[in-house]
T-cell receptor, first 111, second 117 residues
């Protein structure tokens, strides 16, 4: 079983829809959870950062972490064509700088 | 967020030559830097972790004599691909985490696209 599972299937949504992305993980030591956005031919950009369980909201983006289920989510409200990118979940354990990544989800927002 | 730059953004070289890629953290001191490579439509693959002033730790399967990493200062790490071959063509990305991080965050550079002819 991989440490982090993220269904890489492309996701196409109409503009204005809610985008829902998620990852599951197996390592209960993970404490820090991140979502990165990567545009084509660019480096990943840190979008959301969450420590332990809970929700975090930043504008149109909401990140949720459920440690009991080992499940994290990212929601994008009122999606825009500029949100079209690949979204990678990542996580790490306390005291360990290494990140475990999901495979990434390619999201296409259709105008 | 913190700003990390990479240079060059793209490079084309002949087989057998060496290529150096620079990674700089512009607004914070990075005690640890990471080097990744990414193939099209795939996730990032960690190649090595470097700590300032010490030798890099390479991931299994990554040849340390081929991918030379130097982290001479808190703001600069370099990756040198020696005797490059076409199979080394890839997107190389560095990231930095450090004293202002300490919580698993990594800040990525824009990447360097290497094409070996």
């Amino acid at each position: 079983q991989k440490e982090v599972e993220q269904d890489p299937g492309p996701l196409s949504v109409p503009e204005g829809a809610i985008v829902s992305l998620n990852c599951t993980y197996s390592n209960s030591a993970f404490q820090y959870f991140m979502w990165y956005r990567q545009y084509s031919r660019k480096g990943p950009e840190l979008l959301m950062y969450t420590y332990s369980s809970g929700n975090k909201e930043d504008g149109r983006f909401t990140a949720q972490v459920d440690k009991s289920s080992k499940y994290i989510s990212l929601f994008i409200r009122d999606s825009q064509p500029s949100d079209s990118a690949t979204y990678l979940c990542a996580m790490s354990a306390r005291g360990n700088n290494r990140l475990a990544f999901g495979k990434g989800n390619q999201v296409v927002v259709i105008p | 967020g913190a700003v990390v730059s990479q240079h060059p953004s793209w490079v084309i070289c002949k087989s057998g030559t060496s290529v150096k890629i620079e990674c700089r953290s512009l607004d914070f001191q990075a005690t640890t830097m990471f080097w990744y490579r990414q193939f099209p439509k795939q996730s990032l693959m960690l190649m090595a972790t470097s700590n300032e002033g010490s030798k890099a730790t390479y991931e299994q399967g990554v040849e340390k004599d081929k991918f030379l990493i130097n982290h001479a200062s808190l703001t600069l790490s370099t990756l040198t691909v020696t005797s490059a071959h076409p199979e080394d063509s890839s997107f190389y990305i560095c990231s930095a985490g450090g004293r202002t991080s300490g919580r698993g965050e990594q800040f990525f550079g824009p990447g360097t696209r290497l094409t070996v002819l």
